[in-house]
Structures are given as C-alpha cells and as structure tokens.
T-cell receptor
Framework: GQNIDQPTEMTATEGAIVQINCTYQTSGFNGLFWYQQHAGEAPTFLSYNVLDGLEEKGRFSSFLSRSKGYSYLLLKELQMKDSASYLCAVCDSNYQLIWGAGTKLIIKP | DAMVIQNPRYQVTQFGKPVTLSCSQTLNHNVMYWYQQKSSQAPKLLFHYYDKDFNNEADTPDNFQSRRPNTSFCFLDIRSPGLGDAAMYLC??????????????FGPGTRLTVL
C-alpha cells in the first residue's frame, strides 16, 4: 500500500529553527509537495520537489532524497503565525496526490 | 484576483436531509477536485473532473455525487448525510492532471455539521 509518515505534533520556540520530516512509500514518484494549513482553513502551497536536493524559498526550505523516500521542511526564524499543520503529499505514478495526515506545529513565545 | 471560492463556508443540515456544496473558480483550470477532511486527518479525495470527464475514487460512498455544469463551477451533493459525513469539504483546482509539477489550489472549504 501507499503510505506517508509525518510526526503528529511538534513544538518549537519563536525565532528558532524547526525541521519537519516526511517519509513515503508510494507506487511511483512524480514529485513531493508541502502545504501549510491553519486551523479551520484550506491548505496553501509551500513547495514542490522532484529532484534530490534542497529548495530554498525565504524562511522555508524543502529537501528531498528519492533513494531514501525522505523529505523535510525546514522553517527558520519561526514566527507565531507559523503555528499550523504542515502536510506532505506525494504525486504517485498515476499522478494522484497521496497525502500525509499532517504535522501540527506549535510555536511558543 | 484569480481564486477558488466555496459556498457556504459553514453548512448545518439534519441527518438524512440532502445538501449541496458549491465551488467556483476564476483560474480557468481544467481540473477540479473534491476532498473530505476530518480533524487531524489527511484530505481524502472523493472525485475529480478533468474538463467534463468525471473520475470517482473507488472508495467514495454512493451517497456522494458531483456535477460540473461548466468549467467554472462544480457541486458536491450529499444525498442523505449521516453523522459520519460531518467534515470539512475542500474544493481544489489544477491546470492539468497528470503533470507532476501541477500544483493544486484550494478554496477556503465548507465545514459541514450534521445534526
């Protein structure tokens, strides 16, 4: 079966750095997405990786290792508004998105 | 601004009373998706349309139907809502299917409560 694993919840301090990991087992791979979802709101697109390596976009970076079936989202200089769930999703061989359950990130002052 | 709009944002219905949720988009995207998302769970794809070509997920209950009368609009009909259907319903669009780089853009969602 297809599976996406992420930690359920993480806590970090304002101004710090946090890394959210995602491991996947899917039938084929056509890229990995990270979405941010605030409570009661829709997911918003953060990043897309299809090749190995690090993609940097401001305070957020996303890393992919296809051989290890592994990605992480790195958030720097954390702000209170970064408190949200972060969803990892993999595009499989049928170009369907397989979603993880999300990691709830709690930022403390 | 180009966007995905869902109405209503909050819907309350009674057990067994049909309900329709609507989604519209100004992005002129070919693909529209309906997801169901329960608290702290991953979004679950119910169906998607590529233009007028309807694709039903194998495990989507018959209680759920969808219509796409034109490119801009898509509707989700729940014929006889049960308590287990209470959830956030998310509409999303993408330019084309089958493209790994094709990002899905989401509407704000409709939170359905079943009494």
């Amino acid at each position: 079966g297809q599976n996406i694993d992420q930690p359920t919840e993480m806590t970090a301090t304002e101004g710090a750095i946090v890394q959210i990991n995602c491991t996947y087992q899917t039938s084929g791979f056509n890229g990995l997405f990270w979405y941010q979802q605030h409570a009661g709101e829709a997911p918003t697109f953060l990043s897309y990786n299809v090749l190995d390596g690090l993609e940097e976009k401001g305070r957020f970076s996303s890393f992919l290792s296809r051989s290890k079936g592994y990605s992480y989202l790195l958030l720097k200089e954390l702000q209170m508004k970064d408190s949200a769930s972060y969803l990892c999703a993999v595009c499989d061989s049928n170009y369907q998105l397989i979603w993880g359950a999300g990691t709830k990130l709690i930022i403390k002052p | 601004d180009a966007m995905v709009i869902q109405n209503p944002r909050y819907q309350v219905t009674q057990f067994g009373k049909p309900v329709t949720l609507s989604c519209s988009q100004t992005l002129n995207h070919n693909v529209m998706y309906w997801y169901q998302q329960k608290s702290s769970q991953a979004p679950k794809l119910l169906f998607h349309y590529y233009d007028k070509d309807f694709n039903n997920e194998a495990d989507t209950p018959d209680n759920f139907q969808s219509r796409r009368p034109n490119t801009s609009f898509c509707f989700l009909d729940i014929r006889s809502p049960g308590l287990g259907d209470a959830a956030m319903y998310l509409c999303a669009t993408s330019l084309t299917p089958g493209q790994g780089t094709d990002t899905q853009y989401f509407g704000p969602g409709t939170r359905l409560t079943v009494l």
